[in-house]
């Protein structure tokens, strides 16, 4: 990208003279996924290299959640997000106050909560899961019923695989929700030998039309593995965009929705933030603890 080359040298200056690395999510622009990150990756990917980075700046190019996670894995850290309004309709849907209330209505039933979700959220949960392993991480606790929090269809696509009972709540990922069923039908009839991943945000009847159900990382590497004829990513554009390089000889058929939580992060945004050292996430520090606990138990476990 010549024309942005300039903005690219200037980011990679800026990280060395301040020790920074940049954590970039698979749903960022190609010019940032392959342009200035230095670790690129799921959710669960990018809160296991944030706690083992000895950087002392970690620029996150994603969404509000994740610096939250790097900041609570990372406390020592300055944690930057180029823009503070980058959220998440998931983090959005249940607050700390909800989980209280359900604990009062389902007590001594332990609270599994997505990592698309405020600290505040987290601090209430006993333990995290990412969508690359929910399973693992739900059967790992030995009980009969857990308390699935928010995604209603991660969820229900958890439940599917598991003989532990699933108490879920309405929150949708605002850009997998709008994917349907018969979309995906019919791209099956235009387009021979080809095969359709979906991410378990996506409604049920989307992931029942789909080959194989994952993670961002998980969908990418069935894609560079296995290097179908044609592929279809049922999930946010930039993940066709990112992956196509890799793979040539695949053709990309392209359905997408974008998340605008995810393209607030730019180029600009990223040096801007490193020339400032702002905006810096913050965490009370008697959420955080309780929050940080949450996330480093699932950590542990898987
Ligand atoms: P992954 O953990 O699969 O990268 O998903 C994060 C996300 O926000 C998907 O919408
Ligand atoms: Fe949240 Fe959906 Fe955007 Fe992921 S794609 S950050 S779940 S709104």
Redesign the pocket.
């Known amino acids: 990208w010549p024309v942005l080359e300039p903005e690219i040298d200037a980011i990679h200056r800026l990280k060395a003279e301040h020790n920074a690395v940049i954590l970039a999510h698979n749903?960022q622009t190609p010019e940032i996924f392959h342009g200035v990150a230095d670790i690129v990756g799921d959710s669960l990917a990018l809160a296991r290299k944030a706690a083992e980075s000895d950087a002392d700046v970690i620029v996150q190019a994603g969404?509000h959640f994740m610096a939250e996670t790097s900041k609570l894995l990372c406390p020592e850290k300055t944690v930057l997000i180029p823009d503070l309004a980058a959220g998440?309709?998931?983090?959005e849907s249940i607050t700390a106050d909800d989980i209280r209330g359900l604990r009062e209505r389902y007590p001594g039933v332990p609270v599994v909560t997505y990592v698309?979700t405020s600290a505040a959220v987290k601090a209430e949960s006993d333990i995290c899961v990412t969508s690359g392993n929910a399973v693992a991480i739900v059967e790992s606790l030995g009980v009969d019923r857990v308390i699935f929090l928010p995604d209603e269809y991660l969820a229900h696509y958890v439940a599917l695989q598991t003989d532990v009972e699933i108490i879920s709540w309405k929150g949708h990922?605002?850009?997998?929700e709008r994917f349907t069923g018969d979309e995906i039908r019919q791209y099956r009839e235009a387009h021979d030998d080809l095969m359709v991943i979906a991410h378990p945000?996506c409604p049920p009847d989307v992931l029942e039309a789909a080959d194989t159900v994952g993670s961002t990382a998980q969908m990418i590497n069935a894609v560079t593995t296995r290097k179908p004829r044609r592929v279809l990513m049922v999930t946010?554009c930039s993940m066709s965009d990112n992956v196509a390089a890799e793979v040539p000889d695949v053709e990309f058929i392209r359905p997408c929705n974008l998340?605008p939580?995810?393209k607030r992060i730019t180029l600009p945004k990223i040096r801007q933030s490193l020339e400032r050292m702002a905006p810096r996430v913050e965490i009370e520090p008697a959420i955080a603890d309780r929050a940080r606990e949450a996330v480093t138990r699932m950590l542990e476990v898987r």
């Open positions: 749903y969404v998440c309709s998931l983090a698309n990922c605002e850009v997998h945000e946010e998340c939580h995810m």
